[in-house]
């Protein structure tokens, strides 16, 4: 199993991204897969999971209302539409997989490599 998370990168205080996580490997119909981010010197933080079926949304507190995840099953790739953002969104934002729900970072079995979110003020 690979996850291959992109779409991080430079942004504004206010502006939006768009993250993506592709996973490949074997069907992923009934996996959850979820966003967490990590900035330094803190906790990895959840922000988002979504059931590549469909439904099962969660949002992190700090993030709901601005972040929305999406999916499409048929690519098995998840999306992380990041709007309003703020400099303490500033991290690496991870795209993980499991079979179990939860925010914890300890249920999910697969993890991708990262890509770097920069909020300028």
């Known amino acids: 199993v690979q996850l291959q998370a992109s779409g991080g990168g430079l942004v504004q205080a206010g502006g939006s991204l768009r993250l993506s996580c592709a996973a490949s490997?074997?069907?992923?119909?009934?996996?959850?897969m979820g966003w967490f981010r990590q900035a330094p010197g803190k906790e990895r933080e959840f922000v988002a999971r979504?059931?590549?079926?469909?439904?099962?949304?969660a949002y992190g507190d700090s993030v709901k209302g601005r972040f929305t995840i999406s999916k499409d099953g048929a690519k098995n790739t998840a999306y992380l539409q990041m709007n309003s953002l703020k400099p303490d969104d500033a991290a690496v934002y991870y795209c993980?997989?499991?079979?179990?729900?939860?925010?914890?970072?300890?249920?999910?079995?697969?993890w991708g490599q990262g890509t770097l979110v920069t909020v300028s003020s």
């Open positions: 490997g074997r069907t992923f119909s009934n996996y959850i």
């Open positions: 979504i059931r590549l079926s469909g439904g099962n949304i």
């Open positions: 993980a997989m499991g079979t179990q729900y939860g925010t914890s970072h300890n249920v999910y079995d697969y």
